[in-house]
Each structure stands twice: as C-alpha cells, then as structure tokens.
C-alpha cells in the first residue's frame, strides 16, 4: 500500500501498558489491565518495539517522523530501554529526522533521566494539576498520598538540566474553580506550554463484558458523569479566565494548546488537535503488546484494528474499519451542532464525549457543548484580531494592546453610541465595548 496522498498519523505508543505508579482517582487508563491476562508481562518485547519503529517510519511519507510515548507510566522501563529505543530509530531512519515525545508524573526523574532526554532532544511534557492542595486532590500514589512534592522534584531536575518542558493540566470538578490560580502557578513554575485536558468520565454500574467499568461513548448504557468529571459551562468558564489574563499580558511568551488551535481556524487553517478536526482516525494508540487500537480514548475490544506482528501498520492505520471509525464523527453529527456558528473550530468535539442529546433530543452532543460555546464565543473578537493581524504579516502579539484598549471602549477612536463597534461584533457600540461607559 503506497502512503502517497494518505493523511499522516500519529500513534501513542503505551511500551508498559497501563502501568502506572500513581493511582489517579480519574485515571482512564489504568482500568485497561481488565483487557489482557493476570499474567501479563506489561512491557513491549523487543520484536515487537522494533517492529513497531520500523514500521512507523516506514510507513511515514515525511522527512520528520514524530513518536510519542506514553503509559500507564514509560519511566517504569529504565532509561536503558528508551537508549534501546533510540537506537532502534537510529537503524531505520534512513535520513529521516525522528523526534520524541515523551509524556510523565514526573515521579521518578533524576539526573539520569534528564541527560538522556538532553542529549536525545526529547520534548518532555509533565502531568502536573496546580498547586498542592490542587494536585493532591486526585493524583494519588498506590499508598493514597498526594503525589504534588515527587512531581515537584522531577520539574526540577528538569530546570537544573535545561529541559525545556510542556505541562499537562486535568481539568476536573474542583480545579476548574481555580482557573488563575492553576495558570499562575504553571507560569511561576517555569511552563511555557501547556495543555488543559477536560476530565469526562462516566461509569456503568456494572462492568462492560470486557471487564471495564468506564464506558465509551457508543455505550447503550444511561450512566452519569464521575463526580469528578469537569462541570461543561465551568471548563467554558476556567478557559476564559485564563484567556483573559493571557490575552491581555502573555501572548508571544506563554502557549496554550487551545489558544493556538482556535486561533489556526479563525485564521481559516485545519485544526491541528485531532478533537476539533472535522474527521479523526488519525490519532491512534498502540499497546505493549503490539495491539492497535482506533485511539487512545478508545482502548476497547470494539477497536482493536490488529496486532502490527500479523499485520503491517500502515494497512491497520488504514483500513476500512479504521476510515470508517474516523469519517463517523462527521456523519453522526447533530443537526445542532450543524448549525452552531462554532461549527468551524468545534467540529462537535472529540466523539468520546458526544453521549448528550441536543435540545430537540437529537443523540450525539458533546457533553462539552456549553463550555466550548460560552468559550469561543468570549475569544471571537480577539481571534478576529489576531487572524487579521497574521493575514497583514503583523504579529499576533498586538492583540495585547488592542485588548487593553478594548477594556477602554476605544477612547482614541471616539466612536459613537450608535456606531459599529470597532471590536468587529456587528452590535452598535453602546451595547458592546461602550455599554459600560457613560457617554
């Protein structure tokens, strides 16, 4: 099969299953030892890791082949197995760049770990909440102890090595309060990238055939959400705070996934996050075992394409089943959300959480709904700014002194009452940017 004119792929690779040694109360993952044997030896055999980088790069019709790797937690393999893995890629590279991703608690970290991902480039991203009494709400060890002061000690052997790294936050019930609080203490503690995961869960009553508990959205299950699941308006809500704060002082200096991916569509770009593509299918998880499934939210026996050592990647990555799994986010698209004005960034969202039902009662809402649109709603005048900006090769960063100008309601402009509101709403401007000044 020839990967000419074929979308291009990513795979989190899961080399130690979901092994973990955390035990997050809002973990999706580590549930998922249900799917394989008591027995299990939870680490990728060298036939099938080799199989797997070979494959990949193969299979990649680019000069930059990215691999990201994952858990449960990947540190639990030694760093002499990540050597392993480099040199594996080094074999098949064939002059193509490769590039690591390598996702982490934090826990165990130390100096040796911190000069292999120096001396191997690799793009460090820590799972870190807020600050302790936020963090240590739902990250956990195996003895219920927070984990904030390990976590806490691996970013800082990051910062002694000069380890450029990216944050990831879960956004729950409790933190999704605590919005600048959160984003001031990522900044403070040295995060230039990061990336807000809403957590949304819902578990059966009883377990699925497979043993699990928490279920997929193609579940004919009626189940609520986890007591820990992100409330939809207050994600809406704890993305604008920090919008806000960032919009006004930190653009050009401090990235937020989110931002950045709103602004690709305003700016009339794809979405680079696969959530808010409008097909998916290109995201895809590959177990241990060498098991690949459709994605990473979607580790179930349903979704298992094949076994990379009985057949190639590249067929599973594109099979019929797996375009198939990807086009049905677009076909099983509400009326709703057809009609949404958010439609162009949104896409519906990740289908994993499309199990509400519109107003009219039609299935496949994101349970997000409210939150995306309280969300991109408060953005659009300062997307549209910062989309024009680019379209005149002027910097994005100006939006700063714009927003703080819009804060004003446009005094050097003098704009009357009845005017257009120079912000680019289409309401006159005594009941937009000017309806709180007197005039």
Not at 110 to 124: A, G, P, R, S, T
Not at 171 to 176: D, G, I, M
Not at 179 to 207: T, W
């Amino acid at each position: 099969m020839s990967v000419v004119n074929l979308q291009p792929f990513n795979i989190i690779a899961k080399p130690i299953g979901p092994v973990c040694n955390l035990n997050c109360s809002y973990c999706f993952y580590l549930e998922k030892e249900k799917l394989f044997s008591q027995n299990e030896d939870f680490r990728m055999a060298d036939d099938v890791l080799e199989a797997y980088i070979k494959q990949t790069i193969k299979s990649q019709n680019a000069p930059i082949v990215d691999f990201i790797w994952q858990g449960g937690e990947p540190t639990l393999l030694g760093v002499d197995y990540f050597r392993k893995v480099v040199e594996i890629q080094k074999k098949y590279a064939h002059g193509k760049d490769i590039r690591n991703a390598f996702q982490t608690n934090g826990v165990l970290l130390d100096d040796e770990w911190c000069e292999f991902f120096k001396e191997n480039k690799f793009l460090v991203g820590i799972s870190i909440d807020g600050p302790e009494d936020i963090h240590n709400r739902y990250r956990l060890t195996k003895n219920d102890k927070g984990a904030f002061s390990l976590v806490m000690r691996g970013m800082e052997c990051l910062k002694k090595h000069n380890i450029d790294f990216n944050t990831l936050t879960s956004v729950q019930r409790e933190n999704a309060y605590k919005a600048l609080e959160v984003y001031h203490f990522l900044k403070k503690e040295g995060s230039n990238f990061m990336q807000f995961i809403p957590i949304v869960e819902r578990v059966s009553d009883r377990p699925l055939k497979s043993g699990l508990k928490l279920l997929p959205s193609f579940a004919d299950v009626s189940a609520p959400v986890t007591d820990w699941s992100v409330e939809p308006k207050q994600y809406g809500i704890f993305l604008s705070e920090i919008f806000d704060e960032w919009v006004r002082n930190d653009v050009g200096r401090i990235y937020v996934q989110i931002f950045d991916v709103a602004l690709e569509t305003w700016f009339g770009m794809e979405p680079s996050l696969c959530i808010f593509r409008k097909t998916c299918g290109q995201a895809l998880a590959i177990e241990h075992n060498g098991d690949v499934y459709s994605c990473d939210h979607y580790v179930f026996p349903e979704n298992r394409l094949g076994n990379i050592l009985e057949t190639p990647l590249e067929k599973l990555v594109y099979s019929g089943k797996q375009i198939q799994f990807g086009k049905e986010k677009e076909t099983t698209l509400p009326q709703y959300c057809r009609e949404c004005p958010f439609l162009f960034v949104c896409n519906g969202g990740c289908p994993k959480d499309r199990f509400i039902t519109t107003p009219d009662g039609e299935e496949g809402l994101n349970y997000l709904c409210e939150g995306y649109q309280y969300f991109f709603a408060h953005v659009d005048p300062y997307m549209r700014f910062m989309a024009n900006e680019l379209r005149h090769q002027r910097p994005p960063a100006n939006v700063m002194s714009w927003a703080r100008e819009k804060d004003l309601g446009f005094p050097s402009l003098k704009v009357k009452p009845n005017d257009r509101c120079p912000c680019g709403s289409g309401k006159k401007y005594k009941y937009c940017c000017g309806q709180n000044l007197k005039h």
